[in-house]
């Protein structure tokens, strides 16, 4: 019976082993494949402009996890008017043995933005940064941009300047239509939780609860290129960006709103969105807004009609329409009631990038290309 037993304990050893050696096989294999997939994602941004390198890199996760581990990560972007280079301190991007097509990543900052070989423009530093993408290389699916308590600077010597902090910032985008090679169709989600930027401007010092849903149409397809390209594209084939779930939240203020918009043969928005906004007098305080009806052309005009026919009546025109500005606009505006709270339904139009909430200039876009 002894040597019965010992060949059985010898089957079962040889049996663990090639049980072990068949799954390090296997896991050698989905760990080339995703090495593949990675290898081809770096290959389509750098066909976009985007150039990534490593100052190190390793590949482990072994026996479940194929996880490929990026040391003193850096970008390389080309597809602006001027290159910018930035770095990372380390990027770790993991997968599943049985699913190696969807990459979930992991960052750890500061991040840098610079012109190459100079000091940074801009810093960018986070609690928790992840992402996820979904596909291959020539057929990605979606994609997912998590930050948990991001802080964005601008540099310019000693002089640090806010741009944001923020709570949470969520970016998810999927293909909802179409092919990458045939008038694809982007649906994309943006999520801000108590975002501020007090030093941009007094407006946006108190923080921002905002969501929005946009789904982009007019592509020819999802070929490597720069987004500038892309934008491009949408214009020339009469593309529009079609907002709706549009819902944003400053202390008092509660705004929501949808509508289309397209782009004008300068790259500029233009368009309209429906927005109800409760709460109006608080934002239109925080905008300046009696300081802008002052100083606009429509009120020189008539205070100077108004001054020639008696002196100082334009004067106090100007002082009359500022001060009843919010009245005014609620006036022109259709009443309605936002979540048990009276409200006013108005235009937020976008003319030739330039950015109007009713009457009343509220900022300019940048050129989109």
Not at 107 to 123: E, I, N, R, S, W
Not at 124 to 152: C, H, I, M, N, Y
Not at 302 to 308: D, E, Q, S, T
Request: proline share 7%.
């Amino acid at each position: 019976s002894r040597p019965r037993t010992g060949r059985r304990y010898l089957a079962l050893v040889v049996v663990v082993l090639a049980l072990i050696g068949g799954w390090s096989g296997f896991w050698s294999f989905a760990a080339g494949r995703a090495q593949t997939v990675i290898d081809g994602w770096r290959a389509r941004e750098a066909q976009s402009g985007w150039i990534y390198d490593c100052g190190k890199q390793s590949l482990g996760g072994y026996p479940f996890r194929i996880e490929v581990d990026c040391d003193r990560a850096s970008a390389l972007i080309r597809n602006g008017a001027a290159p910018l280079e930035v770095k990372l301190g380390r990027i770790l991007v993991a997968a599943q043995i049985y699913d190696p097509t969807l990459l979930i990543s992991e960052f750890t900052g500061p991040l840098t933005v610079a012109d190459p070989g100079q000091p940074p423009k801009f810093t960018a530093s986070w609690k928790l940064a992840q992402s996820s993408l979904r596909g291959t290389p020539r057929a990605p699916e979606r994609a997912s941009l998590v930050f948990d308590q991001p802080a964005v600077d601008r540099i310019d010597g000693a002089t640090r300047q806010n741009l944001l902090r923020a709570q949470r910032i969520e970016l998810h985008g999927r293909l909802a239509g179409g092919s990458v090679t045939a008038n694809p169709v982007i649906e994309a989600v943006v999520r801000a939780t108590q975002a501020a930027a007090p030093d941009l401007h007094p407006a946006a010092a108190l923080p921002v609860d905002a969501e929005a849903r946009a789904t982009l149409r007019g592509l020819k397809d999802f070929a490597p290129k720069p987004w500038a390209a892309r934008f491009r594209e949408i214009q020339q084939a009469d593309g529009r960006i079609e907002i709706s779930g549009l819902r944003v939240k400053q202390g008092e203020t509660l705004a929501v709103g949808s509508g289309t918009l397209s782009l004008n043969a300068a790259g500029r928005l233009q368009g309209e969105l429906r927005v109800t906004v409760a709460g109006l007098e608080p934002f239109l305080k925080a905008i300046g807004a009696e300081q802008i009806v002052k100083r606009s052309q429509p009120m020189d005009k008539l205070a100077g009609a108004l001054n020639r026919i008696a002196p100082g009546l334009g004067d106090v025109a100007r002082q009359q329409a500022s001060a009843n500005i919010a009245t005014g606009i609620n006036l022109l505006g259709e009443p309605a009631t936002l979540e048990g709270k009276p409200a006013v339904i108005l235009p937020l139009r976008f003319d030739n990038g330039a950015v109007f909430l009713g009457p009343i200039p509220v900022g300019v876009t940048p050129a989109l290309f």
